[in-house]
């Protein structure tokens, strides 16, 4: 999805514009070691419904995140640039039903979705760097049988 | 202070945290949270080869690929500094069940003796690290988006097809761990 914040700068402040982001990143990484969902056995105990912990980090995420994303709405706030906030609608197709059973079956394997990845190698876990590169080789993957695949 | 933060957090905590996360990246730059495109965004500075997937300027979605590298520094962070390697604390009955599959090493975030560095070149490392990272990527392009674009993004913004994308990763993940995972530790 293209947005256009960026578009009118030269590429000498690439990176001024985006550091911000670079800092919000540190500090989501953090809770992502900190609360353990970068762990492998903390994916497990969800998918064995062993105890709350997962449910309870997604549940209480997505509800603070729609409370949000409905008051964003309902009071028009806008971003720090003075911008109509809009996001993007997600459009239904098959690939949300066979890429979402592909992507489950490898989240219990690796224990991770793609953002805990960089948070486990930044932890030390240099392993994983092989897994991420898999996830980039998987995603090129799709990208090239696109047309071939049913959506 | 520091005492507290470097005990593992709660689960409402980080909830808050991240899905506060939402709403600091549309009001800082109108982004929608999501972390699997920066994977999309490598191939298509790395290796668009006419792919029509790739064919766009990444440069213009850079802010993802600086946010994935702060989540990694702060990966770094939390575990040098905040106490983030410690062992993990999970419901006994899953632990029991990891031991019977054949686990050992429950010293950190991660089985060592999955995920450590002295796999990576035999099988086990070449289906948890490979094969399992080629599903990751491959499923999540295709679903178009993965926990955060979906289970947490789409679901705040009350997208259904991001439900059943979620419903969807759920039903993989309780696949593979009922009747995948025993079968690939049988192989070794």
């Known amino acids: 999805m293209e947005t256009n914040l960026n578009k009118a700068q030269p590429n000498g402040n690439l990176f001024f514009v985006n550091l911000k982001y670079l800092v919000l990143g540190v500090f989501f990484g953090i809770v992502f ?52 906030v809009v996001i993007p609608p997600k459009k239904f197709h098959k690939g949300q039903i066979y890429g979402g059973l592909i992507f489950g079956i ?4 690796t224990g991770a979705c793609p953002g805990p990845l960089f948070a486990q190698i930044g932890a030390g876990f240099l392993a994983v760097m092989i ?19 049913p959506h | 202070m520091l005492e507290i933060i470097k005990q593992p ?8 945290l991240i ?9 800082l730059g109108n982004k929608p949270f999501g972390i699997s495109s920066s994977l999309k965004h490598m191939c298509a500075a790395c290796m668009p080869a006419k792919i029509p997937l790739f064919q766009y300027n990444w440069k213009h979605e850079a802010w993802n690929l600086f946010f994935v590298a702060g989540i990694l520094i702060g990966g770094f962070v939390a575990g040098q500094f905040l106490g983030g390697n410690q062992p993990v604390h999970i419901a006994e009955r899953t632990k029991e069940q990891l031991q019977a599959l054949g686990l050992t090493d429950f010293s950190t975030l991660l089985p060592l003796d999955v995920f450590g560095t002295s796999q990576i070149f035999t099988v086990r490392g070449l289906i948890f690290l490979v094969f399992g990272g080629l599903m990751v ?26 439900l059943v994308a979620t419903i969807c990763f759920m039903v993989g993940g309780f696949f593979s761990t009922w009747v995948l995972l025993p079968l690939i530790f049988q192989l070794f």
């Open chain 1, 106 to 109: 490898g989240w219990a394997i």
């Open chain 2, 19 to 27: 899905g506060l996360t939402v709403p600091a990246l549309l009001l």
């Open chain 2, 137 to 162: 990527g491959f499923g999540t392009r295709y679903a178009d988006g993965c926990t955060s674009g979906h289970s947490i993004m789409g679901l705040s913004n009350l997208q259904w097809p991001s």
């Open chain 2, 9 to 16: 957090w709660s689960w409402y905590v980080a909830g808050i």
């Open chain 1, 33 to 84: 070691v900190k609360a353990e969902i970068v762990s492998w056995f903390r994916i497990q105990e969800m998918f064995r419904l062993g105890a709350f912990h997962m449910y309870g980090v997604i549940g209480t995420a997505v509800l603070v995140g729609m409370l949000s994303v409905y008051l964003i709405k309902k009071f028009k706030i806008k971003t720090i640039s003075g911008e109509v």
């Open chain 1, 131 to 149: 897994t991420l590169l898999s996830a980039i080789a998987g995603t090129w993957l799709y990208g090239r049988f696109q047309s071939r695949l």
